[in-house]
């Protein structure tokens, strides 16, 4: 595509960690884009609990571990690197022993970035695929390490873990904060509903949630119904699709800010 290809064309976004990155993917192009951040990450408030947890796991505590989010492996050194750095070779060394499963591309760029990678990739990068991925596994008295998408305790996963005999250990190095103001995000709304964005592009869950904790469904569900909307996989689409609202896109086999990019790119163009 041209430099200009998203001449004219305003993106909304609101993703908060890597909101430059993304909004210079799409300026690049030419689009004006309408900044938005939803939703803020942050260490957990009491890094105790996390700590207890890193020690359990540097010392043989799990057999397995589940990484739910690239996110949550980053926070993790982090802690490990801000807190108690003693525990840092235990640490590495335990986690290139356990066997690893990912939800994901993103756990496992974030395992490759460590000079490992994942043992059990799931095949559909959801809850119920990492599900689907250990369900012919013999999982009686495995210890499995689970690393929360934010404080969600992911009931169903454990609940799956626990009938098949396993011991869950879980941890929670992230939580989710409100990043921009409601009156902020009913603006937001109000500008998708009078038609001044031609797309609006969600790159977590979360974010959708956050737009429907503020404003009334109803009046979401009409604001999202003017734009095109795109999610940058099928987690945050199946969020959307659950609240009665149309996904126009997702980017194909790989879920990150530069597919994610090019196919607003190649819809807006059709539009």
């Known amino acids: 595509m041209s430099a200009a290809s998203l001449a004219g064309r305003t993106v909304a976004v609101p993703e908060t960690r890597e909101l430059d990155v993304f909004a210079g993917l799409l300026e690049r192009r030419g689009a004006t884009v ?31 571990l589940i990484l739910l989010t690239g996110e949550g492996l980053t926070r993790i050194i982090a802690c490990i690197e801000r807190h108690e750095r003693a525990l840092e070779e235990p640490f590495m060394r335990e986690l290139a022993r356990v066997r690893k499963i990912t ?31 250990l369900r012919s596994l013999d999982l009686k008295n495995r210890r499995v390490g689970v690393q929360l998408y934010g404080a969600e305790p992911n009931r169903p996963l454990t609940e799956f873990l626990e009938a098949a005999g396993a ?42 949630e956050r737009l429907f904790d503020v404003a009334p469904a109803e009046a ?16 945050v689409a199946q969020a959307l699709a659950e609240r009665g609202v149309r996904v126009d896109l997702t980017p194909k086999g790989s879920y990150f800010l530069k597919p994610l990019t090019a196919a607003l790119d190649e819809a807006l163009g059709c539009r």
């Open 220 to 235: 979401v569900r009409a604001a999202l119904a003017r734009p095109l909307v795109a999610a940058i996989g099928p987690i």
């Open 34 to 64: 309408l900044r938005c951040p939803l939703v803020g990450i942050r260490d957990a408030p009491d890094p105790r609990p996390v700590l207890e947890w890193i020690r359990q796991f540097a010392a043989g505590g799990c057999d397995d």
């Open 167 to 208: 011991q869950v250990l879980p941890v929670a190095p992230y939580v989710y904060a409100n990043e921009a103001d409601d009156q902020a995000v009913r603006d937001l709304v109000g500008r998708l509903a009078a038609g001044d964005v031609d797309a609006i592009a969600f790159t977590s869950a979360r974010q959708v």
């Open 103 to 133: 939800r994901g591309p993103k756990p496992a760029r974030a395992l490759r970035e460590l000079g490992l990678r994942a043992d059990l990739p799931a095949a559909t990068p959801t809850t119920a695929g990492i599900m689907e991925a």
